[in-house]
């Protein structure tokens, strides 16, 4: 596996990593021993990048994470993120909110040292901004914890230019994590450009918008019942059939290199920048495999360009109008 440094002279990671929320989280139900199997095959693969959240469950994934890499600390630069609070409510349901305070900072994290089964966090995130907490103040925190040898380094993730600025003003920010994609490319305008003058790399979530550019599915009603996608603005109604026509293109552009459609997208992203690392996420060997082949794959510039051009980004937006209001803060 090819290696990107996660900014200048920052920590070495493989040049693709991997997501592993759907493990236990919102792409329907899980395999527990095929999810392990994934990730001892990455590892003998050389991807080392793994990124969990203590949201993804709740808490479960992580637990998930630290069991298989029990043994194995020393292969993986391990990522956790913080910050989305989901509870129970009266009703039993799920209650998320937005938590930026040091005292939960601290909290979270040791949570998350003890779930994962580590003594140190490589790489530590606030999962989404608190718009009620000064960023200065739970980076503050942050950075207390790389003082106190819990944490490695500092990552934000869904952070808007200006924010990442004051956040990096109080600490070195290695990584700012947000959804970048050949259908998703907010970040090109503001936020790629901040990183690049800042020294801070990039890590694109859904390289492989949640699955649907790969070909894995085509419909929303291919999905588990319990899958968050099944509602989402992308998949639904008259985005869905526009979207349908864009995962077309994908398709006969991977078929002229002779790539799988996913191959192709993560190629893509991968030769937008050497500081921008995606971590397509999955819970199976072959899928894996096939995704981690992608850093093998070569684009021109003029393909590069080409390939933006023919698709566009996306019709419909990322998430619901709750979930769109805490990104880019």
Not at 182 to 187: G, P
Not at 278 to 294: C, D, S
């Amino acid at each position: 596996m090819n290696k990107r440094t996660l900014g200048p002279g920052g920590p070495e990671v493989s040049a693709i990593g991997l997501g592993c929320m759907g493990m236990s989280a919102f792409y329907g139900e899980g395999d527990e021993a095929e999810s392990v199997r994934t990730i001892h095959r990455a590892l003998e693969l050389g991807c080392c990048f793994l990124d969990t959240s203590d949201m993804y469950g709740p808490h479960t994934n992580e637990r998930l994470v630290g069991r298989a890499i029990k043994g194995r600390r020393e292969e993986v630069f391990l990522a956790t993120k913080f910050g989305i609070k989901l509870e129970r409510g009266a009703d039993g349901g799920l209650v998320r909110s937005i938590d930026g305070r040091p005292a939960y900072v601290r909290e979270a994290c040791d949570g998350s040292l003890q779930r994962l089964g580590v003594e140190q966090i490589d790489l530590y995130y606030q999962h989404r901004v608190d718009p009620s907490t000064p960023i200065e103040e739970t980076v503050g925190a942050m950075a207390e914890l790389v003082s106190a040898g819990k944490v490695r380094h500092l990552g934000l993730s869904e952070a808007s230019a200006q924010t990442i600025r004051r956040a990096h003003a109080v600490h070195p920010i290695t990584a700012v994590q947000s959804e970048y994609s050949l259908w998703t490319r907010d970040v090109e305008e503001e936020i790629l450009p901040t990183l690049e003058e800042l020294g801070i790399a990039l890590v694109a979530y859904s390289p492989l918008g949640r699955g649907f550019l790969s070909g894995r599915f085509s419909s929303p009603e291919e999905l588990d019942e319990g899958d968050f996608r099944r509602a989402g603005p992308r998949f639904t109604g008259e985005n869905l059939r526009r979207n349908q026509e864009l995962v077309a293109r994908v398709r006969e552009l991977a078929a002229e290199k002779q790539i799988t459609p996913g191959q192709l997208a993560l190629a893509w992203v991968l030769h937008r920048g050497e500081h921008v690392v995606p971590i397509p996420g999955t819970k199976r060997v072959a899928y894996l495999e096939e995704n981690l082949a992608a850093a093998e794959i070569h684009l021109s510039d003029e393909e590069v360009e080409r390939i933006a051009e023919a698709i566009p980004q996306a019709s419909g937006e990322r998430y619901d109008e709750a979930g769109m209001r805490g990104v880019n803060l």
